[in-house]
């Protein structure tokens, strides 16, 4: 930027009837402007994110004057290949039509967009160039055009799913992995099938049985001792060995009304038991 221009708060914003009729008509038949807003430029020899550092004014719209470089003689297409990509037109030139007088032609616009790669294939970019000329009936001194970059608006709403996006990915990223249990500490909900055998319930069964025996027949062996009127002797522990032995007196439990109660049960179960004394022998 000039020193005549560093002015707080100056915005250039031209019209197009503005940016023909006066820059890039004086421009064209060298005519010197007091202010040299406009800067001239090859702008395909650098790539678009380049040109707003290159620019003499501007803050989301950059202009340029350019030389039109054709690739076969003046009358082949313009050359607008950069060093990472292409300019590619998006339609037909558009008139531009005078304010002063709707009925002439004061200019041509076209359209271009920026793609990184080569041509036919590329990645679209959000870069965007209007291209100016003056018509091209009237004779011109230099084949020079006005353009002007900037990059197209993103909506809201994409710029929303690029946010998600990339949360979503910081997420996956960041978030450690749940680690993997050991073996033996993996419980299991049933036991297969194929681990049951025909053999574990009996054995079950057997088991519970055999204590019913011994039971029944340590009460039998003590209900035989007790009749024989035979006394009981508790030998106590061997740090009380000089303490005198404890005689139980004879006693007659056949006329203990709980061992009345407790005899037809026993009697019921030895006789439930007696098919199974066989297995356990």
């Known amino acids: 930027m000039t020193p005549e221009l560093d002015l707080p708060g100056f915005r250039f914003h031209p019209t197009e009837d503005e940016l023909l009729n006066f820059y890039l008509k004086n421009m064209v038949f060298g005519k010197k402007l007091h202010f040299d807003i406009i800067g001239f430029l090859n702008i395909y020899h650098h790539d678009p994110w380049e040109l707003p550092g290159l620019s003499k004014i501007g803050e989301r719209e950059w202009y340029f004057f350019v030389p039109r470089d054709r690739k076969h003689g003046s009358g082949g297409r313009p050359n607008r290949t950069t060093e990472h990509g292409f300019w590619k037109a998006t339609g037909s030139d558009r008139k531009i039509w005078s304010l002063s007088d709707p009925k002439r032609i004061i200019g041509l616009r076209k359209t271009l967009v920026f793609y990184e790669g080569r041509a036919p294939k590329g990645h679209k970019t959000d870069w965007v160039m209007n291209e100016y000329r003056l018509p091209d009936g009237c004779p011109l001194p230099k084949d020079i055009v006005l353009c002007k970059i900037y990059r197209k608006a993103t909506s ?9 996006m990339e949360e979503e990915m910081k997420t996956i990223f960041t978030s450690p992995s749940p680690p993997s249990p050991p073996l033996d500490t993996v ?3 049933g036991q297969p099938e194929e681990f049951i055998t025909p053999m574990s319930v009996p054995h079950v069964m057997l088991k519970q ?22 006394t009981t002797t508790l030998q106590m522990p061997l740090g009380n060995a000089n303490l005198p032995e404890l005689q139980v007196p004879k006693t007659d439990w056949s006329q203990d009304p709980f061992w009345s109660q407790l005899s037809p049960w026993l009697q019921n179960l030895t006789q439930n038991l007696t098919p199974y004394a066989g297995i356990l022998n």
Do not use: D, H, P, Y
């Open 156 to 164: 809201l709403k994409v710029l929303e799913q690029r946010a998600a």
């Open 187 to 189: 419980s299991f909900c």
């Open 209 to 230: 049985e055999e204590q019913e025996v011994l039971m029944v027949e340590e009460i039998t062996e003590e209900k035989a001792q007790q009749k024989k009127g035979c």
